[in-house]
């Protein structure tokens, strides 16, 4: 069964600094992998996503994220943090063959410190 | 503008009663989804279509029910069977393919009292 591990349920960094979100990854198959951001009372919109065509992934937003297969990780980055970025973020796979479902982490709010 | 719409935003409704959320896209997308939100718990799965009139559960299905008459439409029913139904409650639609990103409708907050 394909799953998403995502470390840390809440991240705090100061203005400026460098963000590390979390995300680990369990499956059987090739997975395609998601980043989605949520802000409050809102739905989800797309960060960004791994197709197999490159390892590291540019989303919007200054975002990206690594790919490794070695580690099974697929951890977002962004070098400098902004006041806007505060919301919460999450994990996605999928890839189970004739499955459209994607399966969500439980997700990390990030705060951001001025 | 193309996207999802959920309606209505907030949703009051008495304990035993059922009650059911609209999810409408047009975006011309064959899959169509509900998840359900509680805080530290992301997002959980409740029915999944592929395509008109096929629809499959999700990891919380007990409780709930669906429909897809039309491409457009896939309209969650919160019965009295569900025993905790206070949540968030979102729906989402994809082009369909394991490599395609779902889209995400606003949300509908369901408040049991």
């Known amino acids: 069964a394909q799953s998403v591990t995502q470390l840390g349920s809440h991240v705090s960094v100061s203005e400026g600094a460098l963000v590390l979100l979390r995300c680990n990854y369990s499956?059987?198959?090739?997975?395609?992998l998601f980043w989605y951001v949520q802000y409050p009372n809102q739905g989800l919109q797309l960060l960004l996503k791994y197709t197999s065509a490159a390892t590291l992934v540019k989303g919007i937003n200054g975002f990206e994220a690594e790919f490794k297969k070695s580690e099974t990780s697929f951890h977002l980055t962004k070098p400098s943090a902004h006041m806007s970025d505060a919301a919460e973020y999450f994990c996605a796979v999928s890839g189970a063959r004739s499955s459209y479902k994607l399966i969500f982490g439980s997700g990390t709010r990030l705060l951001v410190r001025p | 503008d193309g996207g999802i719409t959920q309606s209505p935003k907030y949703l009051f409704r008495k304990e035993g009663q059922n009650v059911t959320l609209s999810c409408e896209q047009n975006l011309n997308h064959d899959a169509m989804y509900w998840y359900r939100q509680d805080p530290g718990q992301g997002l959980r799965l409740i029915y999944y279509s592929q395509i008109v009139n096929d629809f499959q559960k999700g990891d919380i299905a007990e409780g709930y029910s669906v429909s897809r008459e039309k491409k457009e439409s896939f309209p969650l029913t919160v019965t009295s069977a569900q025993k905790n139904p206070t949540a968030f409650y979102l729906c989402?639609?994809?082009?369909?393919?394991?490599?395609?990103?779902?889209?995400f409708g606003q949300g509908t907050r369901l408040t049991v009292v």
């Open positions: 989402a639609s994809s082009i369909g393919g394991v490599n395609t990103e779902a889209f």
């Open positions: 499956s059987s198959v090739p997975p395609y």
